[in-house]
């Protein structure tokens, strides 16, 4: 996906949604004319990202079923735009912010820049499957292709999760929590085995702010200097981030909590040398060992007969 129109796609979700419940009658042409984007996209829009809804066709027009029209309420365009990508991007959502969002005269105030996201067209039967799986709480049986291993897994699923652009299915295998990669799923196949929702599994998500899905955490505590603080003070770069204490010089105290050292560590290593894990102490000592087997490795140099350049 273009990063412009990535940055326009939220706004133009809810802006035919706001306009489906208005009860206009829309044309594919005109909208794609009106966003600046192909009509494939517009189409795209209306049959597949808006296939919840009860949408009519007549000509070329796209209309709402008339029995549902006026329904949606500032809650269920609040909801969508939780999917959109909009909520928490903002100081606040709610029905004067909406109004502003839907006012051509505000409509280039807004720059929204995100990660780019899966390219999932060609998936979506298998992204329908996962999602009837989890409504109805029936257990999945599905091929996970990781690494250069290829598994038959049978497992509980119970939620679809974005991940900086990338979907994961949240499931249950062998009594353990587990992320699945939606990009290696493939052929998820219904069973006729049905499960009940486990209440810690559930609040476990509700709370859960990354794809390592572990009821049990350990805590981790880092040092941030000055230099790296503000961002850190700005928002939350690391699982279930608190600041601790405030310390002399502008410096930091950090905590947060992580189901593997995996988790934290290539975080801690791109903000060298302004952040330290300071406890658990085998999980600095990993990471030093790391980075002296990096140091002693021979420098490697890759040449292109293109551009010359060299690593």
Known sequence: MRENEHDRLAWRLCDILQRFNNGEQLDIDELAAEYGVHRRTVLRDLTERFAFLPIEKTGK?????????????????????????????????DNEFFRELFDTRLRDTFSIHGPSHEDLRSRLADFRTLQRAISERRCLRFTYAKEAE?????????RLINNNGVWYLAAVNDGKSKAYAFGKLRAPELMETGFTADATVVQMLDEEDSIWLNT??????????????????????????VIEQELEGGCLLVSGKFAHPNQIVPIVRYWLPHVRIVRPEAWQDELEIGLRGYLAQPRLTCSSNTSGVHA
């Open 61 to 93: 027009r796209f209309a709402l079923d008339p029995a549902f029209l006026g329904r949606m309420s500032f809650r269920d365009v609040e909801r969508f735009a939780a999917l959109a990508g909009l909520k928490g991007l903002f100081p606040v959502l």
């Open 150 to 158: 290829t598994k038959q897994v049978e497992a509980q699923p119970y």
């Open 216 to 241: 049990r955490k350990t805590e981790v505590v880092l040092t941030v200097a000055a230099p790296a603080a503000v961002y850190f003070r700005r928002r939350k770069l690391i699982a279930r981030q």
